[in-house]
């Protein structure tokens, strides 16, 4: 396995774009959710792209390589909604960990076919752990502020079985990103902690936060520096914010990680501001040119795109980011 942490102090790396950006071109019906092996599931499947790593795996497998031909170092894998209790909308929970498992292998495949061509720039897997569908800090009723959707405990147990699963598939790091409670987050990274110390090894670990809105927090109520503080008991490859936001917006929140992180930076925003109709209008040379000014200034040492983005914004952003050097960390990686 190549190491990812010598890639970072050799150049900023480039994360790849949306993956449910890329999957919506297919426009996949329920059917093809399904597959055979799931014909006769007594719920609606329509929707659970990370199903399509079992049913589906080809065109997965071509988004991956597409981002990998645009310029993209590490790619995630499609198990943003893979655990156990997001699975239970589907009535999917005993399949959570077969999902993330199919979803690794696959990327890990594309990878590795990329990385041949280019022995000199291997590429990574990412195993992407999302924040799941419930909050563990905030209560789901307002009527009732003490009450809790999710426990502590689930939480850990079900981000325990995602992390096996990916790891289990081939997965290089493991990426707790769009995390807008940093509750949830903590479950997953003891999890992640867990599964290390069993196994006797060491992953790197992303951390990646979404600030909702203009307030500059998350939703649970964390700034931008007490998110890091909350997370900095953990060591990490790199921490930083996703989703939500467009780059632009996404600087001044950026900035404050990078004056107080000795991890690397890591960013990859939304192709901008949602329209009205909850498209993205941004274009790749638009987007490349507001993260150009992230390298300008020596915030990032990860680079990529979030909801909205393409290959083809991740190529311009690629061809960006080989013009600057990466953002000087405070240890050796």
């Known amino acids: 396995m190549a190491n990812v942490f010598k890639s970072l102090s050799e150049r900023i790396l480039v994360l790849d774009g949306a993956m449910g950006t890329m999957l919506q071109q297919y426009g996949f019906e329920e059917a093809d959710f399904?597959?055979?092996?799931?014909?006769?599931?007594?719920?609606?499947l329509k929707g659970n792209n990370d199903l399509l790593s079992i049913t589906?795996?080809?065109?997965?497998?071509?988004?991956?390589?597409?981002?990998?031909?645009?310029g993209a170092d590490i790619i995630e894998t499609n198990t943003f909604s893979g655990t156990r209790i997001a699975m239970a909308d589907y009535k999917m929970e005993e399949l959570a960990y077969e999902i993330n498992l199919a979803?690794?292998?696959v990327a890990r495949e594309a990878a590795d076919n990329i990385s041949k061509t280019t022995p000199d720039k291997p590429r990574f897997v990412a195993g992407s752990m999302g924040p799941t569908n419930k909050t563990a800090s905030l209560s789901p009723d307002v009527e009732d502020p003490g009450f809790r959707g999710v426990s502590f405990e689930e939480l850990r147990v079900s981000y325990k079985e995602q992390a096996e699963g990916l790891l289990d598939g081939g997965a290089d790091i493991l990426m707790v990103e769009t995390i807008f409670d940093t509750l949830n987050a903590k479950a997953a990274l003891y999890a992640i902690e867990e599964v290390k110390e069993e196994r006797g090894i060491d992953v790197p670990i992303m951390v990646s936060g979404t600030i909702t809105d203009a307030s500059g927090r998350t939703l649970s109520g964390q700034t931008a520096e007490a998110f890091l503080i909350s997370v900095s008991h953990i060591p990490l490859l790199s921490i930083g914010f996703n989703c939500a936001l467009g780059a632009k917006q996404l600087q001044p929140y950026l900035e404050v990680l990078a004056r107080r992180s000795d991890s690397a930076i890591s960013a990859h925003p939304?192709?901008?501001?949602?329209?009205?109709?909850?498209?993205?209008?941004?274009?790749?040379?638009?987007?490349?040119?507001?993260?150009k000014v992230f390298m300008e200034k020596g915030l990032v040492n990860i680079i990529g795109g979030c909801c909205g983005t393409t290959p083809d914004h991740i190529k311009a952003i690629a061809e960006v980011a080989a013009q600057f050097q990466p953002r000087p960390l405070a240890q050796t990686v």
């Open 34 to 44: 399904r597959g055979d092996r799931f014909a006769d599931w007594p719920v609606s």
């Open 56 to 70: 589906q795996p080809e065109a997965l497998r071509k988004v991956h390589e597409a981002y990998l031909k645009a």
């Open 103 to 105: 979803a690794a292998k």
């Open 270 to 291: 939304n192709a901008g501001l949602p329209n009205a109709f909850g498209e993205y209008d941004e274009t790749p040379e638009q987007m490349a040119a507001q993260i």
